[in-house]
């Protein structure tokens, strides 16, 4: 299996997005094979009150972030594609789905309906507009993304192919946090994890209720996968409102978080359903994949399995 297992973040993931593990996660090799990640170089620098201030940041939100134990909050994705999209201002797609986690090690992802933009339609011999009109219609026979972690393993629905896939976990990766592996921006990761992956800092707050926050890749392998990650933070209750992803093909997803309607440690047996092992639908297959040699990323908010615009257009 690939080092980061093909998913739809962040998204959150985000996410996450192809977070390169740090070298001590690599599995042992003889010193003559081992290839050091590649470092970027900074794109800003902070003063000492801006790293003082980010050091607080991101102290609260692994403390805060620390009391999670059981989280259900549904959300919408906006796709911003260059392609395909009517304008970079516009979004080509915008999903609804249900993001679920329990700590340590059990998650699960879908995308629930899938709307695409249609734009309206010009009378004969009318002039187009000046600005674009349209609005998003639902697409009946989309199939969003869906993924489930049981802790022991990842089973990914790949409605293209009607396959439902079971990666396993390495025993010896069970019970480890998922922020450690896709999820840093969604649950929050210990803060000197977050130090050590990306270059970090805050930006303008817009008002006081709200804490923004930056991530560039710090590792080129990362680089591959997004440009840039800014978080909202609630500031009170420092959880995440919204993410917004840039990808290095110069598309854009912006993850919106309905914390009004979020489970925050709520009744156990409910959400529990949700991380069991799925069953294999009817007429699909049910592939299972060997222990991988490089830890399963779980494909929480990952681009590449979003609904695809080509498809869809046609």
């Known amino acids: ?41 900074p794109q800003f620098q902070l003063n000492a009150i801006e790293q003082a201030f980010l050091d607080q940041v991101l102290d609260t939100w692994e403390k805060e972030s620390g009391k999670v134990a059981i989280f259900q909050c549904p959300f919408e994705r906006w796709e911003y594609n260059a392609a395909w999209g009517p304008d970079p201002n516009i979004a080509f797609l915008k999903e609804t ?12 992802f879908q995308i629930k309906e899938v709307r695409k933009w249609q734009e309206s339609p010009v009378p004969p011999g009318g002039q187009p507009p000046a600005t674009k009109t349209g609005d998003w219609i639902v697409q009946p026979d989309a199939i969003g993304a869906h993924w489930v972690c049981d802790g022991t393993y990842v089973y990914e629905y790949r409605h293209r192919q009607k396959e439902l896939r079971v990666t396993p976990i390495p ?13 840093p921006f969604l649950f929050g990761a ?43 933070l ?73 609904a695809q615009p080509g498809e869809l257009a046609r």
């Open 1 to 41: 299996m690939s080092r980061r297992l093909h998913f739809a973040l962040f998204g959150l993931a985000i996410a996450c997005y192809g977070a390169a593990p740090l070298p001590a996660q690599q599995p042992a090799v003889a010193p003559a094979q081992v290839a050091l990640p590649v470092q970027l170089p």
């Open 97 to 108: 789905g249900e993001l679920s986690y329990q700590r340590p090690d059990k998650g699960s």
């Open 171 to 183: 025993k010896e990766l069970q019970g480890k946090a998922i922020v450690d592996g896709p999820l």
């Open 190 to 232: 210990e803060a000197n994890k977050l130090k050590e992956r990306y270059w970090m800092r805050i930006e303008n707050q817009p008002n006081n209720q709200e804490i923004w926050l930056q991530a560039l890749p710090k590792f080129q392998a990362q680089a591959a996968d997004f440009s840039a990650v800014e978080v909202i």
């Open 234 to 306: 609630d500031r009170n209750r420092f959880m995440p409102k919204a993410m917004q992803v840039y990808l290095p093909n110069k598309d854009r997803h912006v993850y919106m978080f309905d914390l009004a309607s979020a489970t925050v440690n709520g009744h156990l047996q409910r959400i529990m359903a949700l991380f069991q092992a799925p069953r294999t639908p009817f007429g699909w297959k049910r592939i299972v994949e060997q222990v991988p040699v490089d830890p399963p990323q779980l494909p929480v908010l990952d681009h590449r399995q979003a």
